[in-house]
């Protein structure tokens, strides 16, 4: 099996910084893509805004919302992505969510995984 602990949300001001952190634990083969959601009261998870997400290989891709301001990166070593956020707004107030995709070995066979985070929650005051 495989999770996801994310970690890094608060409260902070317009124009401020913060840096989530998505850290994947488990029996890992490879990470082949992390993504990030956004999802603010009254949606669903799954339905919730693809922020920013990056497959091995490519480059990251952004929604428009947050081009310009968020970047994400990831440490292959450590299993971790890192969505830095950069003058902060307050539509960006939501709950953060990082989506891990690989394969994973389960002491038999290497399997795919698809799994999410609990989730952080993110505040950003006018």
């Known amino acids: 099996q495989v999770q996801l602990a994310e970690s890094g949300g608060g409260l902070v001001q317009t124009g401020g910084s913060l840096k989530l952190s998505c850290a994947a634990s488990?029996?890992?083969?490879?990470?082949?893509?992390m993504g990030w959601y956004r999802q603010t009261p009254g949606k669903q998870r799954e339905l919730g805004e693809l922020?920013?997400?990056?497959?091995?290989?490519?480059?990251?891709n952004y929604a428009d919302s947050v081009k310009g301001r968020f970047t994400i990166s990831r440490d292959n070593a450590k299993n971790t992505g890192y969505p830095q956020m950069n003058n902060l707004k307050p539509d960006d107030t939501a709950v953060y969510y990082c989506?891990?995709?690989?394969?994973?070995?389960?002491?038999?066979?290497?399997?795919?995984?698809?799994?999410w985070g609990q989730g952080t929650q993110v505040i950003v005051s006018s």
């Open positions: 989506n891990g995709q690989g394969i994973y070995h389960d002491g038999s066979y290497y399997r795919p995984f698809n799994d």
């Open positions: 488990g029996t890992i083969s490879r990470i082949s893509r």
């Open positions: 922020v920013a997400d990056m497959a091995n290989g490519e480059s990251a």
